[in-house]
């Protein structure tokens, strides 16, 4: 795209719903009104729906449904999440280019697709990776004992979560780290993790959010038990912008992770759970614990009460509710 026109999606966006006058955006780009109005044409040829109104100035309602990774760039609030972006129209998985690629990027970079061949879920389980949804790795190179791993997992569940209640998304987390709105899975994450002698080498970070995905593209066991952010509210989002605050959200909770005590986020985790209190089954690797769930460990296990009273702190397993 012609840098003029990449300049005034920007100016417009920046002013998040509010009217900038021809003359303003003139100004900035050093053109004439009558450019700035003949870029605006094109603009809405391209699928940029942009009101203009000769009192106040242009108003962009909404842009074509793609990830606009330079737009990205320039509006990311962060210094470390998204300090190296790399997007891509298509991958078989990010999380497999991120492992490739984790030990040659700095800390922190974000691996982007708009769509995924062969998107993986836990447990070896397929991630339908559709048009629309936001399908991200990120490269972590966090300095912790392996046992700790499963406590990024949490910080990860809160982040999507509060940048979802951010644009009134009614998120909840399941444990170990599935988010959901009324029950059903709007995102999933999976973390993987290099590690030599015990200790983390990098760790992949890897979030599949269902943003305007069409659920009746979805395969029937899957879509019964999802939902999306455009089912949610109604309209399709600007899935750049939503970009943006997720990435600030995972870099304040990663740098909380970083510097805080883990109980504060093991407390906010507890807030935003859908699954403390409720009747669980969860499948370890090794066995079935039946009872209910009551908290979480400062080592970030879930810890489940079975019928006999006796503690079980869970730290991996596939969670059902029984209730
Ligand atoms: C789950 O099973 O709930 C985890 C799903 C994780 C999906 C994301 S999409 C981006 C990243 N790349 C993958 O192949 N998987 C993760």
Redesign the pocket.
């Known amino acids: 795209m012609n840098d003029n026109k990449k300049e005034i999606i920007y100016i417009l966006r920046k002013s998040e719903g509010n009217p900038v006058s021809g003359q303003e955006i003139g100004e900035k780009l050093g053109i004439t009104r009558a450019m700035v109005w003949k870029y605006v044409r094109a603009l809405r040829k391209e699928g940029y729906d942009i009101r203009s109104s000769p009192k106040t100035g242009y108003i962009l309602d909404s842009c074509p449904d793609k990830i606009d990774p330079e737009m990205l760039q320039g509006i990311l609030k962060t210094s470390l999440i998204g300090n190296d972006i790399r997007y891509y129209s298509e991958l078989e998985?990010?999380?497999n280019t991120a492992r490739e690629i984790a030990m040659s990027v700095p800390e922190g970079a974000v691996v982007i697709a708009e769509t995924?061949k062969k998107?993986?879920?836990?447990m070896g389980?397929e991630?339908q990776?559709a048009p629309g949804g936001i399908?991200?790795?990120l490269i972590l190179h966090p300095s912790i004992p392996l046992e700790n791993l499963s406590k990024i997992t949490l910080v990860a569940g809160i982040a999507v979560t509060n940048a979802l209640r951010g644009i009134g998304v009614d998120a909840r987390i399941k444990w170990p780290n599935?988010v959901l709105v009324n029950g059903k899975k709007i995102c999933?994450?999976?973390t993987e993790v290099s590690a030599e002698i015990g200790k983390v080498d990098y760790v992949v970070l890897?979030?599949?959010i269902n943003v305007n995905v069409k659920l009746s593209g979805l395969k029937d066991e899957v879509r019964r038990n999802s939902t999306s952010i455009a089912n949610e509210t109604g309209k399709p989002i600007d899935r750049t912008s939503f970009l943006a605050s997720l990435l600030y959200e995972l870099e304040q909770q990663y740098i909380r992770f970083k510097t805080r005590k883990f109980a504060e986020i093991v407390d906010e985790w507890i807030n935003l759970s859908d699954t403390i209190g409720r009747n669980v089954k969860v499948m370890t690797p090794t066995m079935l614990i039946e009872g209910k769930a009551v908290g979480i460990t400062e080592k970030g296990a879930l810890v489940v009460l079975d019928k006999n009273n006796k503690k079980h702190e869970i730290i991996a397993g596939n969670c059902r509710y029984s209730d």
């Open positions: 998985s990010t999380n995924q998107g993986r879920g836990r389980t991630w990776s399908w991200i790795s599935d999933g994450i999976l890897g979030i599949g």
